[in-house]
């Protein structure tokens, strides 16, 4: 399968627990994202990433979360001391940039659906 | 601000019944890319279609077409002859700016519902 990778699927925390959510984008993008979704709700931007340099961050990301491309390939998302309003599902995309813009459509993985109790 | 409205919530419609979804749009650029997604039950959103703002023209794929009108700031997703398989969450989504960056704005989304 050579489409956008995300692992866990499923995670169920308990509140204040850290949790940390991996991505492998498609080889050759070196855009990747986060988004959020919240149930009934469309996905919310988060962060990108052009190969291991992390250009934007949303206002939505507090000082909790920390998102990382190390080598520019696979990213992690780390949620520390998770609240009960963090139980969302969290949505991996990549897409090929050249030039500064985005070339084509952004490929999403299937999610990391996370649950804190 | 950057907005996408996607007014209805859910639409149910039988097998091979014709059906639009709508999207309308708020951007003060005047280059900007709207796009469909589609969200299985599986939860991956699959890409449907990318237009610019330079681009009204509309287009067909298939059973799919799209109705992009500037002047209401409006673009509209036309399923012919639904089938089962198309039950789906639709997402209309936006990105403003000719810098491309791939911040989606996405609407709150549509849930078709297509009955046998």
């Known amino acids: 399968d050579t489409g956008v990778s995300q692992n866990p699927r499923h995670k169920i925390t308990k509140r204040g627990q850290n949790v940390t959510f991996r991505c492998d984008p498609i080889?050759?993008?070196?855009?990747l994202y986060w988004y959020r979704q919240t149930l009934g709700q469309g996905p919310e931007f988060l962060t990108y990433?052009?190969?291991?340099?992390?250009?934007?961050k949303s206002r939505l990301l507090s000082d909790r979360f920390s998102a990382e491309r190390p080598k520019g390939s696979f990213s992690t998302l780390e949620i520390q001391r998770t609240e009960q309003g963090d139980s969302a599902m969290y949505l991996c995309?990549?897409?090929?940039?050249?030039?500064?813009?985005?070339?084509?459509?952004?490929?999403f993985g299937e999610g990391s659906r996370l649950t804190v109790l | 601000a950057q907005k996408v409205t996607q007014a209805q919530t859910e639409i149910s419609v039988v097998e091979k019944e014709d059906v639009t979804l709508d999207c309308v749009y708020e951007?003060?650029?005047?280059?900007?890319?709207l796009f469909w997604y589609k969200q299985p039950p599986s939860g991956e959103l699959v890409f449907l279609i990318r237009?610019?703002?330079?681009?009204?023209q509309n287009e067909i794929s298939g059973r799919y077409s799209w109705n992009f009108q500037k002047s209401t700031s409006s673009f509209n997703f036309t399923i012919t002859a639904s089938q089962v398989v198309d039950s789906a969450v639709y997402f209309c989504?936006?990105?403003?700016?000719?810098?491309?960056?791939?911040?989606?704005?996405f609407g709150q989304g549509t849930t078709l519902q297509v009955k046998p």
């Open positions: 995309a990549s897409s090929l940039a050249a030039g500064g813009g985005m070339t084509g459509e952004l490929f």
């Open positions: 080889s050759e993008h070196n855009r």
């Open positions: 990433f052009q190969n291991e340099a992390q250009l934007e």
């Open positions: 951007t003060r650029d005047t280059t900007y890319y």
């Open positions: 237009r610019n703002s330079f681009d009204e």
């Open positions: 989504a936006l990105i403003g700016g000719s810098s491309n960056t791939g911040k989606l704005i």
